[in-house]
């Protein structure tokens, strides 16, 4: 009788088994060993022009854009999708110095996990389904990285938005806007990332530039057209950051760099907000993120990230209004 039992176990074990387990690939193999699998055939250069192709053909397209974005971080992203969703239409391309976009926003803060966000930021949240607890005033992604990558993989799901990531702005285009020396932004001076991190041991190697649409062949503006604008989001002072209020302070010599104040989350957040959207000073220049705290001086708000995704919305708001 152990025996017939033993069998009986077996039995049941290979019945276990042999559960059809559901997965991608589950109609194309069909033996247990996997030994009918096999992969289309390719060749090596296939691959290379299926890269190299896209790449050039999208460096092409954008090399006259709607709208930069200087920087994929927390508030960069945020004001993407705004404009993206809102205006397939534009041409938006999104420059980051890092090869992984995303900026601070991996993680909430300290190397831990969870991510906070003060009402009524969870508004946003719930738009991108995302899930958190609410916690009464603010609520809690479980994971910086759930709320980075959705809206990460959200923007890029747009097909008017291109993301050039290890690739650093390394100066802005400026023209002539006004009889006073008033001047307006015009575009981006890029560089990969690795080359501009070792200009200092090369001789000369020499950007590329993206330039803003609505200008003529001349420089001038094409009064037929909605000109293009830059939204800077490089964050605060870095070894990259806060770039475009460092040099917006160098072009236009009635601004002064506020400088990012110490840490007050109310004080800061709100201040972000307030001075997110259009900058007065040059023309078609827009800040979103901790790169106002830096332009504008206000404090800094730690690990509370609802600041960061309303000043993009906020300023992706005064963008759409401008292209309206
Ligand atoms: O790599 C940078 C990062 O991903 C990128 N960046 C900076 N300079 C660049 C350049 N060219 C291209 N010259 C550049 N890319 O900009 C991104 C900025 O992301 P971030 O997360 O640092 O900024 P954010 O303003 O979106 O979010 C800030 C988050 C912070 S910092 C903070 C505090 O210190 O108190 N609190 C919060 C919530």
Redesign the pocket.
């Known amino acids: 009788s152990t025996e017939v039992s033993t069998v009986t176990d077996t039995q049941a074990q290979l019945q276990l088994n042999s559960t059809p387990i559901n997965h991608a690939l589950s109609d194309v193999v069909k033996t247990d060993d996997w030994s009918d699998f096999a992969f289309r055939p390719i060749r090596e250069s296939t691959v290379s022009r299926a890269m190299t192709s896209r790449y050039f053909h999208d460096m092409d397209k954008f090399a006259v854009s709607d709208v930069i974005i200087?920087?994929?971080?927390?508030?960069?992203?945020?004001a993407a999708y705004v404009i993206a969703k809102n205006r397939p239409d534009l041409k938006i391309a999104i420059?980051?110095?890092?090869v992984?976009?995303?900026?601070?926003?991996w993680l909430g803060?300290q190397l831990f996990s969870a991510m906070v966000m003060r009402k009524p930021a969870d508004l946003f949240l719930k738009e991108l389904e995302i899930p958190f607890e609410d916690e009464g005033d603010y609520v809690v992604v479980k994971h910086a990285a759930l709320f980075t990558s959705t809206v990460l993989s959200k923007v890029l799901q747009f097909p008017n938005v291109k993301l050039f990531n290890a690739?650093?702005?390394?100066d802005l285009v400026t023209r002539p806007a006004g009889p006073n020396g008033e001047i307006t932004v015009a575009g981006?001076v890029?560089n990969w990332?690795l080359v501009?991190q070792h200009h200092d041991s090369q001789c000369c190697m020499d950007p590329n530039v993206i330039e803003l649409s609505g200008y003529k062949n001349d420089g001038t503006r094409d009064p037929s057209k909605k000109h293009g604008v830059i939204l800077?989001?490089?964050?605060?002072d870095?070894?990259?950051?806060?770039?475009?209020a460092k040099r917006i302070v160098a072009i236009d010599t009635n601004k002064k760099l506020g400088g990012?104040k110490g840490?007050d989350m109310n004080n800061?957040e709100a201040g972000?907000v307030k001075g997110a959207g259009a900058y007065s000073g040059v023309e078609s220049m827009y800040f979103?993120?901790?790169?106002?705290?830096e332009l504008e001086g206000c404090?800094?708000?730690?690990?509370?990230?609802g600041?960061?995704a309303v000043?993009?919305i906020k300023a992706g708001e005064e963008i759409l209004k401008h292209f309206a």
């Open positions: 200087v920087g994929c971080g927390s508030s960069g992203m945020s420059i980051e110095a890092n992984a976009p995303g900026g601070g926003a803060g690739t650093a702005v390394e981006v890029t990332t501009t800077s989001t490089t964050g605060h870095g070894p990259f950051g806060a770039f475009s990012m840490l800061a972000v979103a993120g901790m790169e106002v705290a404090n800094r708000m730690g690990p509370t990230f600041a960061m000043s993009g």
